[in-house]
C-alpha cells in the first residue's frame, strides 16, 4: 500500500522525519519496501520562460524555441506542443535529465536539422498527470531557473506491505492509529458530521442475501455536478497509484484508501426499481468497469436492479451504471460482504480489485454509518447536491469480542516484562479497551484478534520487538543430548540415499488444483479442501506427492529434459475420521524419459520399467531400516498404475508399505506428459518402529567359522505365483540353517509345459558347529523341495 507523507499528516500530528516513520513503521510490523522521493525523479528539470516562438524550417508542427533559464544564456529547444509560445512559462527538461514516464535520459540533439538543448515537458511526462495534449503551464510569476522539484514542493510517498492478518491497516488512517500508539505522534479523530437528509431515498435499497450481504446502507444525492477532483485529493490519489478519473469516482477511491472502507457510486439515472443485494443466477453476465464481461453463478452475490446485475458485490462494479461526466443524481452504496465469499468469488472469476483484497481481509463493520457520512460530506462539498435520507437494509455482523488477558502472557509468550499498567495504555491506544480485570474488548477493526496471545503480539510489537532480550536456552550439564527427532533423523538418511542413488530432489507445493488432487484420491470425501485458498489452481491439499512430481517432469521435459530421476520427501494430506487433516511423511520417486542414452553398444535409448521402480522401492525402504527380507509383493497399485506393470510391498496381507510400477497412461494424459513414467511412493509412516535395544553399541562382529555353501534349485510352477513367495517359501524351509535365497533364473519356453514357468533359486547354507554331511544336505533339500511344494512347485529333474 502506498501514501504520501501529507496524506498521513492528515491523521497524524507529528514532526518525525521520513527516516523516523520508516524505521517506526517496521518496528510495528508494517514492513516498508521503499520510500520514493519525488525531488530525485525531477532532478534536472527547471521552471523556464519561454522568450520566443518561431516556426520549424523543415517541420510545419514544431517550432524552435528560444527558452530562458535564469541563468543569462538563453537556450534553444525544439518543441512540438501546440500551446508553445512565447511569454508561456512551464518546466524545461535539461540534458541528464531522466523523464520520469520514459525513463530516458535527454540529451543534446539535433531534431530536422536544427539543434535541441532539451525538452519542455507535459504532466504526463513528469508523471504529475494525464494532460499530454500540450506543455505544463505555470504561473507567471514563477520563479525563472528555480528547480521545479522545489516549484512544484516534493511530498515522500512509503510503500508499506501489509500483511494479510492486519485489514485495519489497509487505510492510511489504520497506519496512522498504530504510529500514535508507538508513541510518533498523536491521531486526529475522524470527523464525521452527520449529513441529515432532505428527502426520502428514491429508491428501495434492501438485501435479499443476509449470508453474503447481511448490511447494505445507501441514500441518493440529487443535483451534483461531477468533474476533475480537487488537486489536493488527486495527489493523494497520485500517490497511492491510482489514476484520477472523475470526482464521483475519486471520492469513493480516497474514502477506501484513507479508510479502508470500499464503497460505490451507482448514476440513479441508470437505475430501474429497487437496488438490492441478492444471489446471482447461473450463467448471468455482467460487464465489468474493466471493461471485461463476466458469467456468474448462484454461489456468488451482485448488486442488481429490477432489470438486471449492476455489481459484483464487493469486487468491482458495472461499467453502464457507473458515473460520467454528465451524471447528476448518484446513489451511493456502502455495505458490509462476507469475507469469505468475496474471496470464492474472487478466484473463481480470477478477478482482483482494490476493494476485493479488503472485503476478503475483512472491513470494519461498524464504520457502515460514518463511511456514509464521509462519502455524503465529501461529495456535497465538491460536487455539490442535496442527500436523501439514509436506508439501513440488513444488520452488520457485531465487530467486537472479549478476550480475556493476563499480563504475564507478555513475559511467558512474548519474552518481555511489561508493567500492567503500560500495556492497558498500549491498548487503549490501538482501540481496545480493558476493565480492572483485563477483560479487554476488541475494536471492530480487528477481526484479526481472537484470543490472549494476539493480544500478546500487539503490547509486544508497540513495546518494541528491540527491547525483548536475546536470552540462551537453558542447557544440561555435561554432552550436549541430539536434538534431531528420530523422524527427523530419518528424513536426512533417506535424503542422502536417494540422492547417492542418483535421484535428485524436487520440493513442490503441498497444494493441489482440486482435478489433479481427485486423480490420486479414493474419493473426493478423502480430500483436504482449503477454506481460503490463495487461488482455484492450490485449492487442494495433496492426497499424494506423485502429483506435484508429474507437474515437475512436464516441466522439464518441455524444456529439453531426457531423462529425469525425481524425488520428494514430504507430507500427504488426508482428512482424518474425526475431520481433521492427517499428515502423513511420505517419499516419491518418478523415474521419466531415458534411463540410459542411445550408443553404438547398445542402440536405442533404453526407458525405465516396473522392475526400475521396484529397485528403488527396495533400496530406500532398506535405507529406512524397514525389514526388506520379509516383504511380499502383492496386487496391483492401484488405478492411478498400469494394470500388471504394478504392485505394492506389504509386510503382511494389510500393511502396505510402498506402492511402484509404471503409471497408467490415461493419468499421463491428464497430466499432459509424454512417455512412459515409472513412480514409487513410499508410505514411511507404516514401517513399523524397532524394538528397543539394550545400550547403542554395536554386538561384536564375530564372522562364521566355517565356509557357507550354495546350493541351486529349479522348479516348474504355475506361470502366475510370484517367484517372490517361492523365494520366500524356500527361506523358511530351514531357518537355522538358510541364510539367503536368491532368485537367478525364470525361464519359459522349450522344455516347459504350457502355463508354467522354470524358476532356479540359488541357496546359501552356512553351517555353524561342523561341516555339512551328505545325509545333512539331502536333509535340508528336502525340506526347501517339501516347503516349495506346498505351493505346487516340482522339482525339475
Same mark, same amino acid.
Given at each position: 500500500?502506498?501514501?504520501?507523507?501529507?496524506?498521513?499528516?492528515?491523521?497524524?500530528?507529528?514532526?518525525?522525519?521520513?527516516?523516523? &516513520?520508516s524505521?517506526?513503521?517496521?518496528?510495528?510490523g508494517?514492513?516498508v519496501?521503499?520510500v520514493?522521493?519525488p525531488?530525485?525523479?525531477?532532478?534536472?528539470?527547471?521552471?523556464?520562460k519561454?522568450?520566443?516562438?518561431?516556426?520549424?524550417?523543415n517541420?510545419?508542427?514544431?517550432q524552435?524555441?528560444? #527558452?530562458?533559464?535564469g !541563468?543569462?544564456?538563453?537556450?534553444?529547444v525544439?518543441c512540438?506542443?501546440p500551446?508553445?509560445?512565447a511569454g508561456?512559462?512551464?518546466?524545461?527538461?535539461?540534458?541528464?535529465?531522466?523523464?520520469?514516464a520514459g525513463?530516458?535520459?535527454?540529451?543534446?540533439?539535433?531534431?530536422?536539422?536544427?539543434?535541441s @538543448? *532539451?525538452?519542455?515537458?507535459?504532466?504526463?511526462e513528469?508523471?504529475?498527470?494525464?494532460? =499530454?495534449d500540450?506543455?505544463i503551464?505555470?504561473?507567471?510569476?514563477a520563479p525563472?531557473?528555480?528547480?521545479?522539484?522545489?516549484?512544484h514542493?516534493?511530498?515522500?510517498?512509503?510503500?508499506?506491505?501489509?500483511?494479510?492478518n492486519?485489514?485495519?491497516?489497509?487505510?492510511?488512517?489504520?497506519?496512522?492509529?498504530?504510529?500514535?500508539?508507538?508513541?510518533?505522534g498523536?491521531?486526529?479523530?475522524?470527523?464525521?458530521?452527520? $449529513?441529515?437528509?432532505?428527502f426520502?431515498?428514491?429508491?428501495?435499497i434492501?438485501?435479499?442475501?443476509?449470508?453474503?450481504?447481511?448490511?447494505?446502507?445507501? /441514500?441518493?444525492?440529487r443535483?451534483?455536478?461531477?468533474?476533475?477532483?480537487?488537486?489536493?485529493?488527486?495527489?493523494?490519489?497520485?500517490s497511492?497509484?491510482q489514476?484520477?478519473?472523475?470526482?464521483?469516482?475519486?471520492?469513493? @477511491?480516497?474514502?477506501?484508501?484513507a479508510?479502508? /472502507?470500499?464503497?460505490?457510486?451507482?448514476?440513479?439515472?441508470?437505475?430501474?426499481?429497487?437496488?438490492?443485494?441478492?444471489?446471482a443466477?447461473d *450463467?448471468?453476465?455482467?460487464?465489468?468497469?474493466?471493461?471485461?464481461e463476466y458469467?456468474?453463478n448462484?454461489?456468488?452475490?451482485v448488486?442488481?436492479?429490477?432489470k438486471?446485475?449492476?455489481?459484483?458485490a464487493?469486487?468491482?462494479g458495472g461499467? =453502464?451504471?457507473?458515473c460520467?461526466?454528465?451524471?447528476?443524481?448518484?446513489?451511493?452504496?456502502?455495505?458490509?460482504f462476507?469475507?469469505? /465469499?468475496?474471496?470464492?468469488?474472487g478466484r473463481?472469476?480470477?478477478?482482483t480489485?482494490?476493494?476485493?483484497?479488503?472485503f476478503?481481509?475483512? #472491513?470494519?463493520p461498524a464504520?457502515?454509518?460514518? *463511511?456514509?457520512a464521509?462519502?455524503?460530506?465529501l461529495i #456535497?462539498? &465538491?460536487c455539490?447536491?442535496?442527500?436523501?435520507?439514509?436506508i439501513?437494509?440488513?444488520t452488520?455482523?457485531?465487530?467486537?469480542?472479549?478476550?480475556?488477558?493476563?499480563?504475564?502472557?507478555?513475559?511467558?509468550?512474548g519474552?518481555?516484562?511489561?508493567?500492567?499498567?503500560?500495556?492497558?495504555?498500549?491498548?487503549?491506544?490501538?482501540?481496545?479497551?480493558a476493565?480492572?480485570?483485563?477483560?479487554?474488548?476488541?475494536?471492530?477493526w480487528?477481526?484479526?484478534?481472537d484470543?490472549?496471545p494476539?493480544?500478546?503480539?500487539?503490547?509486544?510489537? &508497540?513495546?518494541?520487538?528491540? @527491547?525483548?532480550?536475546?536470552?540462551?536456552?537453558?542447557r544440561a !550439564?555435561?554432552?550436549a543430548?541430539?536434538t534431531?527427532?528420530?523422524?527427523?533423523?530419518?528424513?536426512r538418511?533417506l535424503?542422502?540415499?536417494?540422492?547417492?542413488?542418483g535421484l535428485n530432489?524436487?520440493v513442490?507445493?503441498s497444494?493441489l488444483p482440486?482435478?489433479?488432487?481427485?486423480?490420486f484420491?479414493?474419493?473426493?470425501a478423502d480430500?483436504w479442501?482449503l477454506?481460503?485458498?490463495?487461488?482455484?489452481?492450490?485449492?487442494?491439499?495433496?492426497?499424494?506427492?506423485?502429483?506435484?512430481?508429474?507437474?515437475?517432469v512436464?516441466?522439464?521435459?518441455?524444456?529439453?529434459?531426457?531423462?529425469l530421476?525425481?524425488?520428494?520427501?514430504?507430507r500427504r494430506?488426508?482428512?482424518?475420521?474425526?475431520?481433521?487433516s492427517d499428515?502423513?511423511?511420505?517419499?516419491?520417486?518418478?523415474?521419466?524419459?531415458e534411463?540410459?542414452p542411445?550408443?553404438?553398444?547398445?542402440?536405442?535409448?533404453a526407458s525405465?520399467?516396473?522392475f526400475d521402480?521396484?529397485?528403488e522401492?527396495?533400496?530406500?525402504?532398506?535405507?529406512?531400516?524397514?525389514?526388506?527380507?520379509?516383504?511380499q509383493v502383492?496386487?496391483? $497399485?492401484?488405478?492411478?498404475?498400469?494394470?500388471?506393470?504394478?504392485?505394492?510391498l506389504r509386510?503382511?496381507?494389510?500393511t502396505?508399505?510402498?506402492?511402484?510400477?509404471m503409471?497408467h497412461p490415461?493419468?499421463?494424459?491428464?497430466? !499432459?506428459?509424454?512417455?512412459p513414467?515409472?513412480?514409487?511412493?513410499?508410505?514411511?509412516?507404516?514401517?513399523?518402529?524397532?524394538?528397543?535395544?539394550?545400550?547403542?553399541?554395536?554386538?561384536?562382529?564375530?564372522?562364521?567359522?566355517?565356509?557357507?555353501?550354495?546350493r541351486?534349485?529349479?522348479?516348474?510352477?504355475? $506361470?502366475?505365483?510370484?517367484?517372490?513367495?517361492l523365494?520366500?517359501?524356500i527361506?523358511g524351509?530351514?531357518?537355522?540353517?538358510?541364510?539367503a535365497a536368491?532368485?537367478?533364473? !525364470?525361464?519359459?519356453?522349450?522344455?516347459?509345459?504350457?502355463?508354467?514357468?522354470?524358476?532356479?533359486?540359488?541357496?546359501t547354507?552356512?553351517p555353524?558347529?561342523?561341516s555339512?554331511?551328505?545325509?545333512?544336505?539331502?536333509? &535340508?533339500?528336502?525340506?526347501?523341495?517339501a516347503?516349495?511344494?506346498k505351493?505346487g512347485?516340482?522339482?525339475?529333474?
Amino acid at each position: 500500500m502506498k501514501f504520501s507523507l501529507s496524506w498521513l499528516k492528515d491523521h497524524l500530528d507529528t514532526t518525525a522525519s521520513v527516516e523516523e &516513520i520508516s524505521a517506526k513503521l517496521n518496528a510495528v510490523g508494517l514492513e516498508v519496501e521503499g520510500v520514493e522521493d519525488p525531488a530525485a525523479k525531477l532532478a534536472g528539470f527547471k521552471v523556464a520562460k519561454v522568450l520566443t516562438a518561431e516556426r520549424h524550417p523543415n517541420a510545419d508542427k514544431l517550432q524552435v524555441l528560444t #527558452v530562458d533559464t535564469g !541563468d543569462g544564456a538563453p537556450l534553444q529547444v525544439v518543441c512540438g506542443a501546440p500551446n508553445a509560445r512565447a511569454g508561456l512559462v512551464g518546466v524545461l527538461g535539461l540534458p541528464g535529465a531522466v523523464v520520469p514516464a520514459g525513463g530516458f535520459e535527454l540529451k543534446k540533439s539535433a531534431i530536422r536539422g536544427v539543434e535541441s @538543448n *532539451g525538452m519542455m515537458c507535459s504532466t504526463r511526462e513528469l508523471e504529475l498527470g494525464d494532460d =499530454h495534449d500540450g506543455i505544463i503551464e505555470l504561473p507567471a510569476d514563477a520563479p525563472i531557473g528555480t528547480n521545479f522539484a522545489d516549484y512544484h514542493g516534493t511530498d515522500p510517498v512509503f510503500d508499506v506491505a501489509i500483511t494479510p492478518n492486519r485489514p485495519d491497516c489497509m487505510g492510511v488512517y489504520g497506519i496512522a492509529r498504530d504510529l500514535a500508539a508507538a508513541g510518533l505522534g498523536k491521531l486526529k479523530p475522524i470527523a464525521v458530521q452527520a $449529513a441529515p437528509g432532505s428527502f426520502p431515498c428514491p429508491l428501495p435499497i434492501r438485501t435479499d442475501d443476509p449470508e453474503g450481504c447481511p448490511a447494505f446502507y445507501g /441514500r441518493a444525492i440529487r443535483g451534483v455536478k461531477n468533474g476533475a477532483s480537487p488537486q489536493w485529493m488527486q495527489d493523494r490519489l497520485l500517490s497511492a497509484g491510482q489514476r484520477p478519473i472523475s470526482a464521483l469516482v475519486d471520492i469513493t @477511491n480516497y474514502v477506501m484508501l484513507a479508510y479502508g /472502507r470500499p464503497a460505490h457510486a451507482y448514476d440513479l439515472a441508470k437505475l430501474t426499481g429497487a437496488i438490492f443485494a441478492r444471489r446471482a443466477i447461473d *450463467g448471468e453476465t455482467v460487464l465489468a468497469l474493466n471493461g471485461k464481461e463476466y458469467t456468474l453463478n448462484s454461489a456468488m452475490t451482485v448488486i442488481a436492479d429490477d432489470k438486471g446485475v449492476h455489481d459484483i458485490a464487493g469486487i468491482m462494479g458495472g461499467e =453502464h451504471s457507473g458515473c460520467a461526466d454528465e451524471t447528476t443524481d448518484v446513489l451511493l452504496e456502502v455495505a458490509y460482504f462476507d469475507p469469505v /465469499r468475496i474471496g470464492e468469488t474472487g478466484r473463481a472469476l480470477n478477478l482482483t480489485s482494490d476493494a476485493r483484497t479488503r472485503f476478503e481481509r475483512g #472491513v470494519d463493520p461498524a464504520f457502515l454509518d460514518a *463511511g456514509l457520512a464521509i462519502l455524503t460530506e465529501l461529495i #456535497v462539498e &465538491i460536487c455539490g447536491g442535496t442527500p436523501s435520507e439514509v436506508i439501513q437494509a440488513g444488520t452488520p455482523p457485531a465487530g467486537t469480542k472479549v478476550v480475556v488477558y493476563d499480563p504475564a502472557l507478555s513475559e511467558g509468550l512474548g519474552g518481555v516484562a511489561i508493567a500492567g499498567d503500560r500495556q492497558r495504555e498500549i491498548l487503549s491506544a490501538l482501540g481496545f479497551s480493558a476493565d480492572a480485570q483485563f477483560n479487554v474488548t476488541v475494536p471492530s477493526w480487528r477481526p484479526d484478534v481472537d484470543g490472549a496471545p494476539d493480544l500478546v503480539e500487539e503490547v509486544v510489537r &508497540i513495546h518494541g520487538l528491540d @527491547n525483548v532480550a536475546s536470552v540462551a536456552l537453558p542447557r544440561a !550439564d555435561g554432552v550436549a543430548r541430539p536434538t534431531a527427532t528420530p523422524a527427523q533423523k530419518l528424513e536426512r538418511k533417506l535424503r542422502r540415499a536417494a540422492a547417492a542413488r542418483g535421484l535428485n530432489e524436487a520440493v513442490t507445493w503441498s497444494f493441489l488444483p482440486e482435478a489433479q488432487a481427485a486423480a490420486f484420491a479414493n474419493g473426493n470425501a478423502d480430500l483436504w479442501t482449503l477454506a481460503n485458498p490463495i487461488s482455484e489452481d492450490l485449492k487442494v491439499m495433496r492426497p499424494s506427492l506423485l502429483p506435484g512430481l508429474l507437474s515437475a517432469v512436464k516441466r522439464n521435459v518441455d524444456r529439453g529434459a531426457d531423462g529425469l530421476r525425481l524425488f520428494e520427501l514430504g507430507r500427504r494430506y488426508l482428512r482424518g475420521t474425526s475431520g481433521h487433516s492427517d499428515e502423513r511423511l511420505t517419499l516419491g520417486v518418478v523415474l521419466a524419459g531415458e534411463k540410459a542414452p542411445r550408443g553404438w553398444a547398445t542402440g536405442k535409448a533404453a526407458s525405465f520399467d516396473a522392475f526400475d521402480a521396484k529397485a528403488e522401492a527396495l533400496a530406500l525402504l532398506a535405507e529406512a531400516g524397514a525389514p526388506v527380507e520379509n516383504l511380499q509383493v502383492m496386487g496391483e $497399485a492401484g488405478s492411478k498404475f498400469h494394470p500388471g506393470q504394478s504392485a505394492t510391498l506389504r509386510l503382511g496381507p494389510k500393511t502396505i508399505l510402498a506402492r511402484f510400477g509404471m503409471l497408467h497412461p490415461a493419468l499421463l494424459k491428464q497430466f !499432459d506428459v509424454d512417455g512412459p513414467v515409472a513412480a514409487v511412493e513410499l508410505f514411511l509412516d507404516a514401517i513399523p518402529a524397532k524394538r528397543g535395544a539394550v545400550g547403542f553399541a554395536r554386538a561384536a562382529y564375530a564372522p562364521p567359522a566355517l565356509q557357507s555353501v550354495t546350493r541351486d534349485f529349479a522348479f516348474l510352477v504355475d $506361470a502366475k505365483l510370484p517367484a517372490g513367495d517361492l523365494v520366500r517359501a524356500i527361506k523358511g524351509a530351514d531357518k537355522a540353517n538358510i541364510v539367503a535365497a536368491r532368485l537367478f533364473d !525364470d525361464f519359459r519356453g522349450q522344455g516347459v509345459p504350457e502355463g508354467q514357468k522354470s524358476v532356479a533359486v540359488e541357496v546359501t547354507l552356512q553351517p555353524t558347529e561342523k561341516s555339512y554331511a551328505e545325509a545333512d544336505l539331502k536333509a &535340508i533339500a528336502d525340506a526347501i523341495t517339501a516347503a516349495a511344494g506346498k505351493l505346487g512347485a516340482v522339482l525339475r529333474g
